[in-house]
């Protein structure tokens, strides 16, 4: 079944990548994704197609990694029989938990964060994904894949991911997908189907602007990396729909690059998302 499981996992990251594009660019054009989730959907035997969709139509999640033993959706042990099961690939197998489609991945980068203490406030808005530390305000890049990689590394650096390698591999497939830079001069990178932490936030100013599409005209300036744990997949959508809607203006783009410092850069990102992201 290893060849069906491939086109599944394949068929929904269109599936997302699809529904990124609609909240991070409104009136994109989709024609091309719509095509390939057409052709990739007439490989897929029909029943297993229509499990698949059943599921889709409850949650964005359909088919899961297992990761460690976990289901990494819901978070269940999974008994071990099960996992090699899962590994063997005969059938596909669902978590008993959250009826998922599972299928067996390698380790990737891990999510690293640490877990707010107690005592400390409680974080609202943007502080609960980002952090200062995370601020770039002049990208040292003059490409997609170099920008990429320091981000990656600035992530790695200050204790947010594990390996800076893996997680620019997994961002860099993405990008191959279909290109994650938007008008506006805006880009949303991302790592999805992270192993534990949080959904983090990175952000990078590339003040000359780059080619971050290599087939498109547009000049990216404001790149916003995410690295997203599986289970916030869909609190993402609306962080990403939420970030599309304060940055489309350009008044707000502007306090972005004036900031000449990683403090004013935090500052700025603050102010900017205040009303929105909460
Ligand atoms: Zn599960």
Redesign the pocket.
Known sequence: MQPVINLLVQLQELIIARAQQEAGMPGAQLDQLDSSIASLKKEIPSEVGLQFSRLLQKGPLAI?PVVNGV?T????SLPVSLVHQVHAAEKIYQ?P??A?LLFHRASSARNTRKAPRRSDPPKVGIERFSAEPLMIPALKGTDRDSILAEMCQKLADEGFVDDAGKLLESALKREAIISTAVENGLAFPHVRSIEGGALTLALGIAPKGIKFDPAGKANTRVVFFMVIPTAASAFYLKLLSGLAQVFQKEENRDKLLEADSTEKLWKALMKTTRLVIQ
Request: proline share 0%; aromatic share 0%; hydrophobic share 40%.
């Open positions: 899961v289901c959706a819901c978070g269940m978590c938990a959250c998922r």
